[in-house]
């Protein structure tokens, strides 16, 4: 026996804040990921952290399946690793629990991202729930650049006072750039302001940021073939934000292998 499942992590969020008096965030999905593998070929736990040992420890697998966990997903900068492992690990555990309960029992070890639900949504980090679907235009390249250090994700998750008055069922990008300045107040970020008016110049369709990490998303148009010029005009001219990658949006989900 052998089930291998991969979850998406995150380049931050597209919105983080308050939605009717409850804690919301937008996830944003991209094509980096946790994998998990649960099988009987060979013994013991690999890869995982205290959070998903606190996950292993509600699944009560057999003693005789080993697990392994492998990322793509670097730590504390607010990329939706622990999301990711959670959710990789409980799926792979068990195909037949849904998303909802699966977000439901990460909410229980610590605010969640919901990269695992199908496509974007509107979630309630804190219970789980699921509130929406949103549509997006397109599937955009992200470039995500990085402030440096890590952040204890505990400490600043959800910290976000951004007040949503009203939540289309489109993605709504001034939204996003809204929710990316209200959160300096938070977390702040320096020249945030500036990085979003030059990229936006030079053709990004919008900016967003890890509410509690220290990435930033600048996105473009998946057609867009001088993408990676502007990728480096963006470095040189802010030379104290590191490029780490170029990827893409793509559908939230479990991705598995049977």
Do not use: W
């Amino acid at each position: 026996m052998r089930r291998t499942v991969k979850v998406p992590g995150s380049c931050g969020e597209f919105v983080q804040g308050f939605f009717r008096g409850a804690p919301i965030l937008i996830t944003c999905p991209i094509e980096k990921f946790t994998t998990v593998t649960i099988s009987d070929e060979f013994n013991g736990v690999a890869g995982l952290g205290e959070k998903s040992l606190a996950m292993l420890r509600k699944l009560h697998l057999p003693k005789n399946l080993g697990v392994r966990l492998t990322t793509e997903l670097p730590r504390g900068k607010g990329m939706a690793s622990s999301s990711a492992d959670l959710a990789a690990l409980a799926k792979a555990a068990d195909f037949d629990l849904s998303a909802e309960k699966i977000s439901e029992m990460a909410s229980s070890i610590e605010p969640t991202d919901g990269t695992f639900f199908s496509g974007v949504v509107a979630m309630n980090p804190v219970t789980g729930k699921l509130i929406k679907n949103i549509r997006v235009a397109e599937k955009y390249a992200v470039a995500i650049f990085d402030y440096g250090g890590e952040i204890d994700t505990l400490k600043f998750n959800r910290r976000s006072n951004f007040q949503i008055s009203s939540l289309d069922e489109n993605l709504n990008l001034e939204m996003v750039e809204k929710s990316a300045l209200a959160n300096q107040e938070i977390l702040y970020k320096p020249n945030l302001r500036e990085i979003i008016s030059f990229a936006k110049k030079i053709g990004a369709v919008t900016v967003n940021v890890a509410h509690s990490g220290t990435v930033i998303g600048i996105f473009f148009h998946a057609g867009d073939l001088n993408i990676d010029a502007k990728i480096a005009e963006i470095a040189a001219r802010f030379d104290f934000v590191k490029f780490m990658m170029k990827t893409r949006l793509i559908d939230g989900g479990f991705y598995a292998e049977i």
